[in-house]
């Protein structure tokens, strides 16, 4: 049996890379929700935010200005890729959308790969975050810890957006019926824009902070959609809390199975997932009926 | 009649696996010349096979997997296992391999299969990547882990006494060739079957192909199935192919490379995802050569892919086939002349009115309620319909009656109350059962197959009721269904639409859409039917025309018509029944209505009392 210190600590990480779970997921989840699209380029967008935060953090040394950047850029392509491309596939079957952004995916990684070539790259953890945290007798790397409170406190900001704000309100009506908000004479164009870049900075942003706990390679985009496509199979597609819940519970399951064997703590998520699916087809937090 | 459509001769219907045969027997002998060498040609063929079984699933059924590389992987690696451990040989290794790819289609199937859409392509996605850190844990001791299984032996057919040794090269061509086009064959024969008609019914319109009483979630199962079979076969023909099965068989990556090599050669014509194939490993193989270039090989296929997908939506075979059959089609003769009403040349089967419980009415609903959330749409409705009757039912916008509609024909679960089907309870057996036992609808707003002709349309419910609501005959053709020819074409010639019979449907002027909608309900053989609002949309002319028709098909027939055209309403109706917010305000005959005085409060609005915010 693991000590407890050990089962503490690896309850942390979970917590941690759960709510990093939980933040790209969400992008994903409210791009769903109110476009209808199933974003596949979602982990790309993860990939471009953290290599742009790594140049960025070598030319400034600033980790804080590498976040910012990360999640400009990956902003700034959702945004033109949703106007150049997602938006001539809003009248098509979800197939083209999968296949068109999927597309996209292959076009980014690769770009990427084309700029910084195929190998890992490392990227330092930033001065702030180095060195250990006490927490009672448990020992816990001091990044982690910050990891965990940036991105709940960034879910939080998100949960601000969505249900405290005029643009949140008609996002959430928006998954709700997208025709009736269409009827009430806003504009739904201009909404779209707005998610979808929101979504993909969601996921740059993610890329950054995610950067200096694993090694960045191009292809760990595909890794990343995988994992968020999980979680919100798990939490129910389009909810918001649905994607909390799904991503708390995914870093869980990595992390506490991994204490007993790594090797199996990924198969592990997938059980759960099909557990799901049999158990409650919509997911946890879905609704009945949502496609 | 003019049939000249079926009675192609069967040397004409074989064609395509004339051309087949002789492209992979030619092949060899030209296409060295532009540098395709007979690896190459071999390894083509295997994700070729690889994508018979996806295009069936994909391009037919309209079911895009992400995760077909589990199987792919499944089966290649049971196949190398079993080749370099065992002492079975190469034909037996192969089966097992493709049967252990089918087992796991059907768990895989099962699950993913529960959700359609994007959720479909999201959990096979997933799993599919479950299956590659299942090779690298669980299976290690199998499978080598990253190492894969080196060694497969070079395959050995042993006939008689003599033993067939075939070594790399064009020997190795062959064999996997004979494989493609034996699979190539079935697929053919798959899509040619009855079972493959209500495959692209699925993909064109999922609800409506329920509704005309196929169990389209076990035809998906079945479908997915196969597909995993081939991906387990190709799978096992590329660890023999290359005496080595890699890990990367599992990869996300050969899944995508699987989505984007049928979408590039066009999705639903079988021989797409091999051309697809062709273009992605030559475009590979011929940039790679280039400096400067090779590096970015996949992000100039990744860019390709983007505008295909944008521009043309079935790929570059879907192209070829289009701009050849524009050239062929003949000018279309359409007489737009009203049809003449049918002779009954071949009347339309209906089935039998078979009572559970005599006399008891043909369709009844005991207090049926249909609540969401706080609102009740339906509230509290009892409703019976009497053997032949032709029964209307009116009401306002937002009486309800559509809700109501949906419960009877067992589309809508009830939140209260049940339905019952001359005696036999129905409530909540879903509508392909309830189709099956014999009550059809008719809806608002077409739900036709607008990518099939009006025959491929009509025959849908047809097979249905010809066939049951499930039947695996994918290797029998169409012309085994007993009657299902004269079955089409008297449904058809009872809407009038004859002369339209080998038309698009997605070509058809709106009026003639609406008679076929009719139609689809009509060919199901039903002797209950319920129309919602079939004049809706038309004009004048054709109005006249479907009132007739309704009017003329109610021998043997009772039916339920929800209508907001009074006119055709009292003209047509024996009764009327009139729902007002979600209950039942008045029912009796058109003259008890119109002198109703609740009903013309009603309808000139004069409740206003009684309405809640």
């Known amino acids: ?291 | 009649m003019n049939t000249a459509a079926r009675s192609t001769s069967p040397l004409r219907r074989h064609l395509p696996e004339l051309y087949v045969a002789l492209g992979l027997i030619i092949g060899p002998f030209v296409l060295p010349y532009i540098g395709i060498n007979s690896d190459l040609m071999t390894r083509v063929l295997i994700w070729g096979l690889f994508g018979l079984g996806f295009d069936l699933l994909f391009g037919y059924t309209g079911l895009l997997s992400f995760g077909q590389a589990a199987f792919f992987g499944t089966g290649g690696f049971v196949t190398a296992y079993l080749l370099t451990t065992g002492s079975v040989s190469m034909l037996e290794a192969l089966l097992v391999g493709t049967v252990v790819a089918a087992i796991t289609g059907i768990v895989i199937g099962y699950l993913t299969l529960r959700r359609t859409g994007i959720y479909f392509a999201m959990s096979t996605l997933a799993f599919g990547e479950m299956f590659f850190f299942l090779e690298n844990s669980v299976f290690k001791s199998y499978t080598g882990g990253e190492n894969g299984i080196a060694g497969v032996p070079p395959p050995t057919i042993s006939l008689g006494s003599t033993v067939l040794h075939i070594s790399s090269g064009w020997p190795m061509y062959c064999f996997v060739a004979v494989f493609f086009y034996i699979g190539y064959i079935i697929a053919r024969r798959i899509v040619r079957s009855p079972f493959g008609a209500v495959l692209k019914a699925i993909r064109g319109n999922p609800k409506r192909a329920i509704a005309l009483g196929h169990a389209t979630n076990r035809y998906k199962l079945t479908v997915f199935v196969i597909a995993a079979a081939y991906g387990g076969l190709a799978g096992g023909l590329l660890g023999v192919f290359q005496a080595y099965m890699p890990p990367d068989a599992f990869t996300l990556d050969t899944s995508a490379q699987l989505v984007i090599q049928t979408v590039m050669g066009g999705a639903g014509t079988l021989l797409g995802p091999l051309l697809g194939a062709t273009i992605w490993l030559y475009l590979y193989e011929g940039l790679q050569n280039i400096a400067g270039i090779g590096a970015y090989w996949k992000l100039i296929l990744g860019v390709v892919f983007v505008i295909l997908v944008t521009v043309f939506s079935h790929g570059v075979g879907g192209a070829l086939i289009q701009t050849f059959s524009r050239k062929r089609a003949s000018p279309a003769d359409a007489d737009d002349d009203l049809p003449v009403e049918s002779h009954g040349a071949s009347s339309l089967d209906i089935v039998p009115a078979t009572s559970s419980a005599a006399g008891a009415p043909v369709l009844e609903a005991r207090g049926i309620t249909k609540q969401y959330g706080g609102l009740i749409a339906v509230s509290d409705v009892t409703f019976s319909l009497a053997e032949g009757e032709l029964r209307g039912v009116i009401g306002p916008n937002g009486a309800g009656k559509s809700t109501f509609f949906a419960m009877l024909a067992g589309e809508l679960a009830t939140t209260h109350g049940q339905v019952f089907f001359r005696g036999q309870e129905i409530t909540g057996i879903g509508v392909t059962a309830v189709c099956q036992l014999g009550m059809s609808k008719s809806y608002q707003i077409n739900q036709l197959f607008e990518s099939l002709t009006v025959r491929q349309n009509t025959m849908i419910p047809v097979l249905a009721r010809r066939r049951g609501s499930f039947r695996p005959d994918m290797l029998r053709g169409l012309h085994h269904v007993q009657g299902l020819d004269a079955q089409v074409e008297a449904a058809v010639q009872l809407v009038g639409l004859s002369h339209r019979i080998d038309s698009l449907v997605s070509e058809l002027p709106y009026g003639e859409k609406r008679r076929l909608e009719i139609g689809l309900a009509l060919a199901t053989g039903a002797n209950v039917l319920l129309f919602d609002e079939p004049l809706a949309g038309l004009g004048p002319e054709e109005r006249v025309h479907v009132v007739a028709l309704l009017k003329s098909i109610r021998k043997g027939r009772s039916m339920v018509v929800v209508e907001h055209d009074m006119d055709a309403m009292f003209e047509l109706a024996e009764r009327i029944t009139v729902l007002y917010e979600g209950r039942k305000l008045a029912e009796g005959t058109p003259d008890e209505i119109r002198a109703d005085s609740a009903v013309q409060a009603a309808y000139l609005g004069g409740m206003d009392e009684h309405e809640s915010a």
Do not use: C
């Open chain 1, 1 to 291: 049996m693991p000590s407890l210190s050990l089962f503490l600590s690896q309850l942390f990480n979970g917590l941690a890379s759960g709510l990093l779970l939980a933040l790209i997921s969400t992008g994903l989840t409210i791009i769903y929700g109110t476009l209808g699209v199933v974003n596949f380029a979602h982990g790309a967008l993860f990939v471009v935010g953290a290599y742009a935060g790594y140049t960025v953090y070598g030319m400034t040394h600033s980790f804080v200005i590498a976040i910012v950047a990360g999640a400009l850029v990956s902003l700034v392509v959702g945004l033109i890729i949703e106007r150049g491309l997602v938006r001539l596939f809003y009248g098509r079957p979800p197939e083209d959308q999968i296949l068109v952004t999927f597309g996209v995916a292959i076009i980014l990684v690769e770009i990427v790969r084309g700029i910084f070539g195929g190998v890992s790259l490392s990227v330092p953890t930033p001065v702030w975050g180095h060195g250990i945290a006490h927490i009672g007798t448990l020992i816990y790397p001091l990044y982690r810890l910050q990891v965990l409170f940036i991105s709940a406190g960034t879910l939080l900001v998100l949960y601000f957006v969505l249900y405290r704000t005029s643009l949140g309100l008609i996002v959430r009506a928006g998954i709700e019926d997208s025709l009736m908000v269409n009827i009430l004479g806003i504009n739904v164009k201009r909404i779209f824009l707005v998610v979808f870049g929101l979504g993909a900075m969601a996921a740059g942003y993610a890329g950054v902070i995610d950067a200096p706990i694993v090694t960045l390679a191009p292809d760990m985009g595909f890794r990343v959609l995988v994992d968020s496509f999980v979680v919100v199979v798990i939490g129910g597609v389009g909810s918001f809390p649905g994607a909390i819940v799904g991503g708390i519970i995914a870093g869980e399951i990595l992390s506490l199975t991994s204490m007993f064997d790594p090797a199996y703590s990924d198969v592990m998520l997938f059980v759960v997932m099909a557990l799901v699916l049999i158990l409650r087809p919509q997911g946890i937090m879905g609704q009945e009926g949502r496609e």
